[in-house]
């Protein structure tokens, strides 16, 4: 499972930089691609923008010194945004990559953007403005986004007002980074507040980001959510928040605590290692196994292990690192199409620590299975445990997601239709136990009523999610 996206922005000295040093922060929620644009009054182009494909140091050429410093160079500037990728919508092209940028005569409608999210509707927005006789060139929701704020831009007066426009077509989840050729930065939070987006100002400095830990590398503390529905403009040194879309219930995707933030961020005042640890303790609630000396707890890495520390001491139980992650594999253009070899490339197993132990081994998620099985059959093969017990510190994933999850039609996932009993048995392990949808809420510490649930309980946020359900 992969989530689609990461931006930035800020306004500084050595802004490029900054951008740079805050997309490595955000790597983990895209590999595909990097990018940034910088603002260059003095220049002709009052926009410059520099993406490629791969991670970010791919992206900027680190491996050469003076490929990075010229990068660097050339991108000189005190106000940028950034962006990092993995496609759920459109393919592992280049052109993909972002920013995408709008080349405009008039200043104010020239603009950038940086995209976080999944337009639900996309192809409704794409019939309709092709019917219009646009002409669109790239199969992304972030396409049609473009299109829609320059044709408001030019409708309404003010940027907020051009939003609260745009936002009236939109359904899905939405954060947008913006930068123009007047220098104006933006930041967007749709308003459900499916996806994360913070800020932080310090000594005249200001940056934005969708996690906290991106902040704090650049040595903002004081980091603030931005609310839902509210813009966040950065002009001639001013900042100003306003709101331009009404937020009438908040849908906060919870697998951003589960699986896909950084442990170290802090979103809607949670810790994500603190609610990862507290998932494990609720898992902990349900175990019903007989415990002996010959038990160990395993975390799948990474973002399982504070959950399989959690779980581990509250049942009072060994937790060891059995699996060891090749942090240096990285995402690659030649990776095999074989999810075992994948599974042989990413990690090695410590054989003593396995063999002839009952296993709870530790996962945050089970999406398709296939991964996991795979990942099974090879812990067999070289650790030799007596039994494995798979333990999920989220509940049964059974329905898709349209909100910017890689998981969007109910087919392709493993538990619909499944007891616990057949899940153990088609991944060949002796028992299976997910996490309740009631130890979740409590793990994250956030009222029901403000989380996106649809993947787990299939009442969905908006009225596309709702209609496409069954996909």
Request: hydrophobic letters at 35%.
């Amino acid at each position: 499972m992969d989530e689609n996206c990461g931006v930035c922005g800020c306004s500084l000295e050595n802004s490029q930089e900054a951008i740079y040093r805050m997309l490595l922060q955000l790597q983990h929620r895209g590999q595909l691609s990097a990018g940034i644009t910088v603002y260059q009054p003095q220049n002709h182009f009052l926009l410059k923008t520099h993406k490629n494909l791969g991670l970010v140091n791919d992206a900027f050429r680190t491996g050469s010194k003076s490929k990075f410093d010229s990068i660097m160079k050339n991108l000189s500037s005190k106000k940028a945004i950034g962006h990092v990728r993995y496609a759920t919508s459109g393919v592992d092209d280049k052109a993909y990559a972002q920013p995408f940028e709008h080349v405009h005569g008039k200043k104010n409608r020239w603009f950038s953007i940086s995209f976080n999210g999944n337009i639900a509707n996309y192809p409704q927005l794409r019939l309709d403005l092709e019917k219009s006789n646009y002409h669109l060139v790239r199969k992304t929701d972030t396409e049609v986004l473009l299109l829609l704020l320059a044709k408001s831009l030019k409708s309404k007066e003010t940027i907020t007002n051009a939003f609260s426009d745009l936002s009236k077509h939109l359904d899905g989840s939405y954060n947008l980074a913006l930068i123009n050729a007047e220098g104006t930065l933006v930041a967007a939070r749709d308003p459900l507040g499916i996806k994360p987006l913070c800020y932080g100002e310090k000594n005249g400095e200001f940056a934005f980001a969708s996690e906290s830990v991106a902040l704090q590398a650049l040595g903002f503390h004081d980091v603030k959510d931005l609310e839902p529905g509210k813009i966040l403009i950065h002009k001639k040194g001013e900042l100003k928040i306003e709101e331009f879309a009404k937020c009438e219930k908040k849908a906060h995707c919870f697998f951003e605590w589960v699986y896909f933030a950084h442990a170290a961020s802090k979103m809607e005042g949670k810790i994500v290692y603190e609610v990862r640890n507290n998932l494990g303790r609720e898992l902990a609630k349900l175990e019903t196994e007989n415990l002996a000396d010959d038990c160990v707890v395993i975390p799948v890495p990474d973002s399982s292990t504070p959950s399989a520390n959690g779980f581990a001491e509250a049942l009072r139980l060994p937790l060891r690192e059995g699996l060891i992650r090749n942090r240096y594999v990285g995402r690659t253009f030649i990776e095999s199409k074989d999810r075992a070899e994948r599974v042989r490339s990413k990690f090695t197993v410590i054989t003593d620590i396995f063999k002839d132990k009952k296993v709870f081994l530790v996962e945050d998620s089970i999406v398709r299975g296939t991964t996991l099985k795979n990942l099974v059959k090879f812990i067999k093969e070289h650790g030799k445990p007596k039994e494995i017990h798979v333990r999920v510190s989220s509940p049964p994933i059974l329905w898709p997601c349209f909100y910017g999850i890689d998981m969007s039609t109910r087919r392709e996932l493993v538990a619909v239709n499944k007891t616990e009993s057949e899940i153990a048995k088609e991944l060949n392990v002796d028992t299976v136990k997910y996490q309740s949808i009631k130890g979740l809420v409590k793990a994250l510490g956030l009222p029901k009523n403000d989380l996106c649930l649809a993947c787990v309980n299939g009442k969905y946020p908006t009225k596309t999610g709702e209609e496409r359900k069954n996909e």
